[in-house]
């Protein structure tokens, strides 16, 4: 029996329906309605044909515990990353620090030494001075 839109009943032809199109869920004790498209309601109770599926409801349990389950190793893999990236980070920024100081120690080394060249051409071009 078909239940019209309306809420009147309509006689089938006795056949009974197993498919179940591919966006459609099944399970233990759940309802379904068939496909409302051509006027007519259909509820009924939905078979246990689901591939993989038990019909003692441990599977549904299982599949909450294995959902928590992944979202804590997802937790764990997530801090893992983080904790890795910013240990990448702080390594990296103490690294630019350095490079920065040493660039800065080298600069200072060339201009001394630039200094002591220009000393030694000035003393040096002063001292032909004063032998001519």
């Not at 006689?11 to 966006?23: V, W, Y």
């Not at 591939?51 to 515990?65: C, I, P, T, V, W």
């Not at 100081?101 to 000393?119: G, R, V």
């Amino acid at each position: 029996m078909i239940l019209n839109l309306d809420g009147k009943a309509q006689e089938t032809s006795g056949r009974f329906d197993d498919s179940l199109s591919a966006n459609e869920s099944c399970g233990l004790g759940k309802l379904r309605d068939s496909s409302p498209s051509y006027g007519l309601q259909q509820s009924r109770f939905a078979q246990n044909g689901c591939r993989g599926e038990n019909s003692s409801g441990a599977s549904a349990l299982k599949r909450n515990s294995d959902n928590g389950k992944i979202l804590q190793r997802l937790k764990l893999i997530e801090s893992k990353y983080s904790n890795y990236v910013e240990n990448q980070q702080k390594q990296l920024e103490a690294q630019l620090i350095e490079s920065k100081t040493h660039k800065l120690e080298l600069a200072q080394e060339i201009a001394e030494l630039e200094q002591e060249i220009y000393n030694l051409i000035s003393e040096s071009s002063d001292n032909e001075k004063e032998q001519k």
